[in-house]
């Protein structure tokens, strides 16, 4: 059932050119210049006329969230907020029948995020799920909702569920974004050509890095790891750390690269590696001076950067390179050596892999 894997994470990392293929199909026909998400067609108004969107989740599907924050304002002009659903729900919010609320969970039974939704429905919101399981109750609480078809996740950490959740919000973002008129037509096709060749370039992305395991070799013993990234790599930066602290134990944290200086820098020393998210996209000469940063004071750096780069691996002590693809598309292709380094490092450490101490497939408990 493993498919000739020693893990289930490693077969769903793999699997995910697929299971992304298999969230677009049927959705997504960019030679025609259409996109169709079947769930959003009687609530299109309501999320087009929207005063914000509402984004509520845990861990990892609050980190494809967060991402979308990125997707939905930069393409629709609609204010987001993305919520921890267990804060939420307790935090007596404001909402309203002008709000439309996004709930995204994999399972689909995540007791937090099944209140909060319970919650915003009281105060006439509208409800949209993102879930991987079909039937779940998170999917049969919302009122309307679009599921990821990822396949199962057996794997404890989630990995092809995250990238499938992304595809998903993609869609719905460049749908709004085009029928608010806030993309234009010339970009929107531009946009899903570009999406729907994310498949080969997440299969690209999958056999171009060798160096993982030596990497995850030497850094395998480090008691603390820092991720950083900006933009749309920020949300990366905390889900690679999320991966990290999950499957191998070691302390990781995950911060806007620009937050650096105000704390986490007091931490680095020669001992410390830093993952560095630095595709070429607007904030990369920024984050070039945060990797200057890092390296004066004799961190270790691993830079995620763009095929070809050849700056950042003039200063990085390694270097994982994914294919070029479009600034708002960069998570679904950045997530991936992340993965794999988290894996490759929670093997050498000898840890359960597939059932991390402590965790549970879904959280039904508050
Ligand atoms: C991390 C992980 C958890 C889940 C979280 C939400 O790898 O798996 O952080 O993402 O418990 O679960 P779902 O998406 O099922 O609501």
């Not at 993102?130 to 919302?142: D, K, L, Q, Y």
């Not at 390179?321 to 292709?333: G, M, R």
Request: glycine letters at 8%; a negative charge; aromatic letters at 8%.
């Amino acid at each position: 059932e493993k498919g000739g894997y020693e893990h289930f994470m490693l077969k769903e990392i793999n699997e995910q050119p697929r299971s992304i293929a298999d969230c677009m199909r049927g959705r997504l026909d960019a030679k025609n210049g259409r996109l169709v998400l079947g769930g959003l067609r009687d609530y299109m108004n309501k999320f087009q006329n929207a005063d914000r969107i509402i984004i509520t989740a845990c861990g990892t599907s609050w980190h494809a969230g967060l991402v979308a924050e990125y997707l939905f304002e930069e393409f629709a002009r609609i204010p987001v907020e993305v919520e921890y659903a267990s804060e939420f729900r307790y935090r007596n919010p404001v909402i309203s029948d002008k709000d439309f609320v996004i709930a995204i969970s994999q399972s689909g039974e995540t007791a937090d995020t099944l209140a909060a939704i319970e919650l915003a429905k009281s105060k006439g919101a509208t409800i949209f799920g993102v879930c991987n399981v079909v039937g779940s109750s998170i999917a049969r609480a919302t009122h309307a909702g679009c599921y990821t078809h990822a396949g199962p996740e057996i794997g404890v950490a989630s990995t092809k569920a995250f990238t499938a959740q992304i595809s998903v919000l993609t869609m719905m973002a460049l749908m709004l974004g085009y029928q608010r008129g806030t993309l234009t037509e010339s970009k929107y096709i531009q946009l899903l050509n570009e999406l729907e060749g994310i498949p080969s370039k997440v299969e690209k992305a999958l056999t171009m890095n060798n160096n993982i395991e030596k990497i995850a070799a030497i850094y395998k013993d480090s008691r603390n790891f820092l991720y950083l990234g900006r933009g749309y790599n920020f949300p990366v930066a905390l889900e690679g750390a999320l991966k990290l602290k999950e499957i191998s134990y070691i302390h990781a944290e995950g911060y806007p690269a620009a937050e650096m200086k105000h704390g986490p820098i007091a931490l680095i020393d020669e001992e410390m590696p830093v993952v560095f998210i630095a595709t070429k996209d607007t904030s990369y000469e920024k984050v070039v001076s945060n990797i200057q940063e890092v390296k004066a004071r004799k961190g270790k750096i691993i830079a995620v950067v763009t095929e070809g780069d050849i700056v950042v691996r003039g200063m990085a002590d390694h270097v994982l390179e994914i294919p070029e693809t479009a600034e708002a598309f960069v998570p679904l292709l950045s997530v991936i050596p992340l993965q794999q380094l988290s894996y490759h490092i929670a093997v050498m450490r000898g840890c359960n892999v597939d059932q991390p101490r402590n965790l549970a497939k879904s959280v039904t408990v508050e």
